[in-house]
């Protein structure tokens, strides 16, 4: 028998391992379950070990090393040391005495992402959709871009008035509301619609991989 | 004699509102899995969005240089796989240059899968492609959105070896590619974070490249807005996408093939909220009669 086959069986087993879940829960999901949630943390310490520690890291700092032997100079690629310093204040959380240290390191962290992501996002969700909505409500001989056009401005104009909160939702300015919720409303529909599908789509490749590579009753 | 009380008799509607959960999954895997068993294509409809992807890469002329980046892993191939299987058969069938990278570890493993199937293809056999000349596969560097955003210097900077150990400045490919300035078009596959959200912010917005994507059914309504902008030049949304791009380059494959089971299933689950809201609002009728009876 050869290493694919027992691949195979091995996959047809723990996904109608896991599928018995549906049934009622049991030894042989929970079997299925712990090797899952095993395997993912082995896999993902070896990626994290090999694919960010050792090539961002320490080639990095060895680099950085050799430069400096070699041609007596002090190389940039010193300043990873600053961001292995902050690794390591992040693992002082496993001693609670000098544990806030680590505090440093995620406010590092936190700062950078939410300095990097405000503008990218003000620019790219933000000001190009707004400039987005900026339309012509009517396009001579186009109706359904005047069609369109309308509703995108009419349910983005709605949608906003829904979630202004320091007035009453009363009168013209309730029924606005109430029309932003009929988008909010489409809108949802339309993202379960898609869920279904992909989680659909998920079902349908893993019948198909026990009906054709293991059962081999499809091709 | 007190006269034995006999359970009130359940309506149709009381039985339909507690169907045991596990008839409702035996119905849905007889729908998906029952039709895999037919070969039936069913007809698709190119839609706008899909035929922006297929015109940006017809529109390409034969040598043009395409990054793709593989942006998911296993869990996401039902739904991306087939775009990825469709998208190698039509730039490469059109003689364009491939220069393929990964956000997320598993991806440019996907794009080597890929290819392994499309490579199969007689017309795209005959070829004779050479790797480092019309395909490369720069494989995976970690750094997420900050990737994207150096790329836009420099690729070397993110990617000094490809995923083969090559230095990329031995790669033939990869002469006179210095950054998004030297591509003529990203193609995108995407199953959440790091995705087509963030080539948009970070490439599309700054950089002003052209991008088209292909994205899981759950991530792709977040990614339509980005079309109307035009910051997205065309996107294929789930496996529906998948199958209308399949459509349009005029080969029917696996996804074409999934849609007979995907339509089964929403059938069923359409009928099963038509018959949960019929159930609900006779319940209702009724509770509200017997409370005015008193």
């Known amino acids: 028998m050869s290493a694919e086959v027992v691949g195979v069986w091995i996959g047809a087993l723990l996904t109608l391992g896991i599928f018995s879940f549906l049934y009622k ?38 680099l950085a090393y050799t430069v400096l032997i070699t041609q007596g100079r002090i190389d940039y690629h010193w300043v990873y040391l600053l961001g292995g310093a902050l690794g390591v204040l992040m693992l ?90 009929l988008f909010l409303m489409i809108t949802f529909g339309a993202l379960f619609g898609y ?5 659909m789509s998920l079902l349908i490749g893993r019948l198909h991989y026990l009906f054709s590579d293991w059962l081999g009753l499809i091709g | 004699m007190n006269e034995e009380k006999k359970p009130a008799q359940k309506s149709f509607w009381d ?40 015109d940006s890469i ?16 296993p869990g996401s191939m039902p739904e991306l796989q087939p775009m990825a299987e469709a998208f190698f058969r039509h730039s490469l069938g059109r003689d364009l240059k491939l220069i393929i990278m990964g956000l997320w570890p598993q991806g440019p493993l996907q794009a080597n899968l890929a290819l392994e199937e499309v490579f199969r293809d007689d017309n795209i056999r005959t070829k004779n492609l050479q790797y480092g000349i ?28 490809d995923g083969r150990g090559t230095p990329i400045s031995e790669i033939p490919l990869m002469k006179g590619v210095r950054n998004y300035d030297n591509v003529d078009l990203i193609f995108n596959l995407s199953a959440g974070y790091p995705g087509t959200q963030e080539w948009v912010q970070y490439a599309v917005d700054v950089f002003h490249v052209k991008l088209v994507a292909g994205n899981t059914a759950v991530q792709a309504p977040a990614m339509y807005p980005y079309i109307q902008t035009g910051q997205l030049s065309g996107i294929l949304g789930g496996m529906k996408g998948g199958a209308e791009y399949e459509t349009a380059i005029g080969k029917s494959g696996v996804a074409v093939r999934y849609m007979f089971s995907q339509t089964m299933a929403h059938i069923i689950i359409c009928v099963f909220i038509i018959m949960g809201n019929l159930a609900y609002f006779s319940l209702k009728k009724k509770r509200s009669k017997l409370e005015a009876k008193g």
């Open chain 1, 195 to 199: 869920t279904v599908m992909s989680r």
């Open chain 1, 25 to 62: 829960d049991n030894p042989f999901y929970k079997f299925c379950e712990a090797l899952f949630v095993g395997i993912s943390a082995g896999y993902w310490f070896v990626v994290t070990f090999w694919q960010y520690f050792m090539p961002k890291l320490v080639d990095n700092l060895v």
């Open chain 2, 58 to 73: 017809e529109s390409l002329p034969a040598g043009s240089k395409v990054l793709v980046s593989f942006d998911y892993d």
């Open chain 2, 134 to 161: 019309d395909y490369v596969n720069l494989g995976f560097t970690a750094g997420n959105e900050v990737v994207i955003d150096r790329m836009g210097h420099s690729f070397e900077e993110s990617y000094p070896q």
């Open chain 1, 92 to 181: 002082l959380r496993l001693i609670p005495s000098i544990g806030w240290l680590s505090r440093w390191s995620l406010a590092f962290v936190v700062g950078t992402t939410a300095g990097l992501q405000f503008t990218r996002y003000l620019q790219s969700n933000g000001i190009i959709q707004i400039r987005g909505t900026i339309m012509p409500l009517f396009v001579g001989g186009d109706l359904n871009a005047t069609i369109g056009n309308i509703v995108i401005v009419v349910g983005t104009f709605c949608g906003l008035i829904y979630f202004f909160f320091s007035k009453e939702h009363k009168g013209a300015f309730g029924g606005a509301a109430r029309v932003g919720i």
């Open chain 2, 15 to 54: 039985k339909l509102v507690s169907v045991d959960r596990r008839i409702i999954f035996l119905l849905i895997a007889v729908a998906v899995g029952v039709p895999l068993f037919f070969d039936v294509s069913p007809s698709m409809r190119v839609t706008p969005v899909v035929r922006g992807v297929y």
